[in-house]
T-cell receptor, first 116, second 112 residues
């Protein structure tokens, strides 16, 4: 089954404790991206990657890091989490060229992160 | 500054009636518009899209209308069904490579 898999699905952590949210896709998609969903703000892009070793900032990159060493994986790293990073996170992927024209995004099921 | 706006956070509609969801945008460089649907505890899934060269696209019960001069699009669901109860996100692309801009979402509740 074609899918985007995120882990963990739920996580409660404390301020300053480094964490990684993993994302893996099995569709051989070149483009991958991370979004966060917050009430009243919708989905905001954190980082995206057009291909292996190519990453770029989205609209809200502060406090996050990413890497794209393999095509299928795109982990999101919070080096020193803070309470304002409490959110619902989504990883997504699409065909080459990213979400333009008819290239739609396939989303993972989401990771709910709480930072105390 | 949000470039895609969904000003109605929620919408309640009776089963069998029409649901109309609205979306406004500010960036004239957008050239493709999409609607995504999201159920609780799931990721958003693609619903329907429209290119800026068209003013209407239809797929079964779902129709999207685009008014470029007003920078406005709408999604019509006819007839509405209980399974349509979800959050609907409007999204736009084309102004910046690799980026997709989402609205805040509209929660639709279809009542029997």
């Amino acid at each position: 089954e074609a899918q985007v898999t995120q882990n963990p699905r739920y996580l409660i952590t404390v301020t300053g404790k480094k964490l990684t949210v993993t994302c893996s896709q099995n569709m051989n998609h070149e483009y991958m991206s991370w979004y966060r969903q917050d009430p009243g703000l919708g989905l905001r892009q954190i980082y995206y990657s057009m291909n292996v070793e190519v990453t770029d900032k989205g609209d809200v990159p502060e406090g996050y890091k990413v890497s794209r060493k393999e095509k299928r994986n795109f982990p999101l790293i919070l080096e020193s989490p803070s309470p304002n990073q409490t959110s619902l996170y989504f990883c997504a992927s699409s065909l080459a060229g990213g979400p333009s024209g008819a290239n739609v995004l396939t989303f993972g099921a989401g990771s709910r992160l709480t930072v105390l | 500054d949000q470039q895609v706006k969904q000003n109605s956070p929620s919408l309640s509609v009776q089963e069998g009636r029409i649901s109309i969801l609205n979306c406004d945008y500010t960036n004239s460089m957008f050239d493709y518009f999409l609607w995504y649907k999201k159920y609780p505890a799931e990721g958003p899934t693609f619903l329907i899209s429209i290119s800026s060269i068209k003013d209407k696209n239809e797929d079964g019960r779902f129709t999207v209308f685009l008014n470029k001069s007003a920078k406005h699009l709408s999604l019509h669901i006819v007839p509405s069904q209980p399974g349509d109860s979800a959050v609907y996100f409007c999204a736009a692309s084309g102004w910046s490579w690799g980026k997709l801009q989402f609205g805040a979402g509209t929660q639709v509740v279809v009542t029997p």
